[in-house]
């Protein structure tokens, strides 16, 4: 049903929110404003895989990963912000892989100058598809920091995610990015909204690759 997601949404296993956020709208209240970002890029993770912040250990700045689901977990990917949700089991949650602007009655177009005032290129203009193409992007796009809302629940004045009913026509599912090797890094616990590919921090189905090897194909739950 259209809203604000709940804790209940959270509460489920890390591949199914994985995929059931794809469509989903990030909305963050920034100078008097509304910036959203539509997800198109979500990756699951499991305290039991290696590939995970969970399995290293629970500390202060992993707690979050540990608080009931729905918290906001962030982290720093190479310097920049990372926004992950917790899940259903201790240490499980869903990291906002990518993400595309998103344009409706809340967030008009004007919006979008915002977004690209605060993720800019030094010596051109990020094409709008690739503006949110990236965990740091998304963060950037929606002034979204570490100190300010790890270990936070979302705030329906300054930030939430929200069902708009949009839904990818399919899901392509490959292997996570950046995992090392040795760490699970071939689990496909990557999702990606076919429809949005374009937008996603890498073409999760490049020239040469198979399906049903390389990545997967699914019919989204309706």
């Not at 409706?104 to 177009?109: I, M, Q």
């Not at 990557?190 to 049903?212: I, L, W």
Request: aromatic letters at 10%; charged letters at 30%; glycine letters at 8%.
């Amino acid at each position: 049903m259209p809203g604000m997601l709940t804790a209940a949404f959270f509460d489920r296993d890390a591949q199914t929110v994985a995929k059931d956020l794809l469509g989903k709208v990030l909305r963050r209240r920034f100078e008097g404003v509304w910036l959203s970002v539509a997800i198109v890029e979500t990756e699951a993770y499991y305290r039991r895989e290696k590939g995970s912040h969970a399995s290293l250990g629970r500390t202060p700045s992993r707690e979050a990963l540990f608080m009931p689901p729905g918290t906001i977990y962030m982290y720093y990917s190479r310097g920049s912000d990372s926004v992950n949700f917790s899940c259903r089991g201790a240490g499980n949650a869903v990291l906002i892989k990518g993400g595309r602007p998103f344009v409706d009655a809340r967030s008009p177009a004007s919006t979008l100058e915002i977004m690209h005032r605060l993720n800019p290129l030094k010596d051109r203009r990020r094409p709008e598809h690739r503006l949110c193409a990236g965990q740091t992007l998304v963060c950037r796009s929606l002034d979204l920091r570490v100190p300010e809302w790890t270990t936070k629940t979302f705030d329906r004045r300054r930030f939430f995610v929200e069902d708009v009913g949009a839904r990818p026509s399919k899901i392509v599912v490959a292997r996570r990015l950046g995992i090392p090797k040795g760490r699970d890094e071939a689990l496909l616990y990557r999702f990606v909204d076919y429809d949005h590919r374009a937008s996603a921090t890498q073409n999760p189905m490049p020239k040469g690759a198979a399906e049903g090897e390389d990545y997967l194909l699914l019919e989204p739950p309706r």
